[in-house]
Structures are given as C-alpha cells and as structure tokens.
C-alpha cells in the first residue's frame, strides 16, 4: 500500500481551519494521516489545532516562507509516498482521495494528479483557481477547462473526461513524494503563486504526466490569502510568470516572449492605470524590476532545467488566449 499524507499548509488561517479541517479529517482514509504545516502564524491557529483536532498532527515554522518555501521545509520532514497538498480552504467530500492515488498506482509515468475544483461559494460553478485542469498559451498566460481569463463556467459536466494537461492546481495537488524532492521541490524564490504551474512545468520535462481526474472533486473557497487584483497577486503573478517563462521554455517560445511580453505588460499597467489602480501599475513594474535582478539566478536554473530535459512540454496553446478572450472566445469548450 502507498503511504499517503495530506499536507495542509497553514498561516494564520484559524478560521479556515475551523470551517473545512472537519471534512479533511472525517474525509481521510483509514491511514492517511492529516498534517497541518504552520507557517509561523501570530493568530491562535496552533492553539486551536491542539484542542479542537487532536488526531492532526501539527508542525511549526518559525516564520512565514510562503507558499513555495512553506511547503518545501515542511515537505523535507515529512515521508511519504504521495503527498496531497490541498489549501486550508478546502472542503473535501467523502471518496475524493481514493481516484487520485489509484491514477498515481496505475501510472507510473505520471507526476501529479488533480481533482475537479468546484466552487464552496456556489456550487453550480467552476472554481477560479483550478477548474477542470489548466493549460498555458504560447505566451505563458494560464488558463482552465472551466475559465478563462475572469470568465468562470458552470460545471455541466462537461470537461468531466480525465486526461493529461499542462498544470493542475496548487489548491489540491497530488504529488509523488519522490519526484517533488528530485525535481527541487516548489521554486522557493517564487514565494506565492505560479510555483504549482512552475512545478509541472518541470516535472513535463523530466518526461512525467500531469493529468486531472474530474471523478474526484473538492469545494475550494479561493482567495482567501491576497484577495484577487492585490498589488501583492499582481506582484507576484507577473514577476513568476516571467521567471518560469525564462526557466522553462523552448528557445523558440522564449524568444516570442522576450519580444511579446514587455509590450503586454505595459498595456496591463496601462489598463490598471486607466482604472485608477496606480498600486497595480507600480505592481507590474516591481515585477519586472525583480525579474531583471535575476536574470543571473534565473539564467543558472534554465540552464540546469533545460540540460536534463528529456521531453518538451506538451499542451501548451500554440495561440494568445488573450486575443481569443477579446474576440469572444470565453470558455473552454474544445480548445485543446
């Protein structure tokens, strides 16, 4: 039998925690035991995880490292075959664990696997964060089966096909152990955001799968960190995306970007500009600014990355969803 561990990685989230934790605990299958890493928080999280779940056991950070670096110090003590990475707000059904390791068992070639993210809010709908699995486009801008863009869809069942894509969700990530420690883990320097698309980037190149199975689902609330269109998310989505762009890509789509990207951003800072959002147009220039002081470190990992590839990264989108989104092409559909 597989060992299997949840990993909850926590910060100062004691109301989540109080709100999902108790589906993630009765939800568990006999063996898998549930860990919730906390990252340093100053509120009584631990306190509470203590006296209200005494079957969870707990680890402590001295400080927050973020998403990235959190995950990747609580990770290092801990021994598993699989881990299964799910946000502190997530509520997890009855039998949703059992498809994602029975995908891992029977494939070997495959990283990490992903349920169906469904909305907690409103559960008609797709959630943001994840979908039905994601894809990036040729210039690194991710989307899902199930939104695209700001454009949610309600699940009709109809991206409920398993199958193999570019990236699944941090939200609820299942993960080979093995493969998560070899590949280095999250990229601590990221410290939210992206490191999940990065991560199965990285594992595509090291000739693994990435697959969603939509037989399995969960009910994430999302945004419960940095709410959506925080300088910090704006900060942290385009310096990352433009650091993974860099470690990651093909020469050929490395230089389409190199061309294409610097135009864009201008425009998005334009656009925050124009909304009166002068904190997210200084966002998107902080990013740059970041991404350019690591031009050294980031050139050091393409070239360790790219070196030992042994495949290039399939179902990427050979288009601009920007452009599709702007002439009306809002949903998934048939896409990819």
Not at 8 to 20: K, S
Not at 28 to 45: I, L, Q, R
Not at 71 to 90: G, T
Request: net charge positive; with cysteine; charged share 25%.
């Amino acid at each position: 039998m597989s060992i299997v561990k949840i990993v909850i990685l926590n910060w100062n989230g004691v109301a989540h925690l109080r709100r999902f934790l108790p589906s993630v605990v009765a939800a568990a299958p006999a063996g898998v035991e549930v860990v919730v890493a906390d990252n340093g928080s100053t509120d009584d999280s631990v306190e509470v995880l203590r006296s209200e779940f005494p079957s969870v056991t707990v680890l402590r950070m001295d400080r927050n490292y973020g998403f990235a670096g959190g995950y990747n110090r609580a990770l290092q003590r801990i021994e598993a075959d699989y881990y299964v990475l799910l946000n502190s707000d997530v509520e997890t059904p009855r039998g949703w664990l059992g498809p994602l390791v029975e995908a891992l068992d029977r494939n070997p070639d495959v990283g990490v696997v992903s349920p169906k993210l469904i909305s907690s809010e409103d559960r008609r709908m797709f959630e943001y964060a994840g979908a039905s699995g994601g894809y990036v486009d040729w210039l690194g801008y991710p989307f899902c089966r199930g939104r695209i863009l700001r454009t949610v869809e309600e699940d009709r069942g109809q991206y409920d096909d398993a199958r193999d894509l570019f990236w699944v969700s941090g939200a609820a990530f299942c993960c080979r152990a093995e493969l998560f420690h070899r590949l280095g883990g999250f990229d601590d320097d990221f410290f939210a955001h992206m490191e999940e698309i990065d991560l199965c980037w990285r594992m595509q190149l090291a000739g693994y799968r990435v697959r969603v199975v939509p037989e399995s689902r969960v009910y994430h609330l999302g945004g419960g960190t940095l709410q959506t269109d925080s300088p910090s998310k704006v900060f942290y989505n385009h310096r990352n995306n433009l650091a993974m762009l860099y470690k990651c890509s093909s020469p050929g789509q490395r230089a389409l970007v190199a061309v294409a990207r610097p135009v864009l951003d201008l425009l998005a800072a334009l656009s925050y500009l124009a909304q009166g959002r002068a904190d997210n147009f200084r966002a998107v220039f902080r990013a740059w600014r970041d991404f350019l002081r690591w031009h050294g470190a980031l050139a050091e990992k393409r070239r360790a990355i790219r070196s030992s590839r042994k495949a290039e990264a399939r179902h990427i989108y050979h288009g601009s969803i920007v452009v599709r989104y702007m002439l009306g092409g809002r949903t998934f559909g048939k896409l990819m």
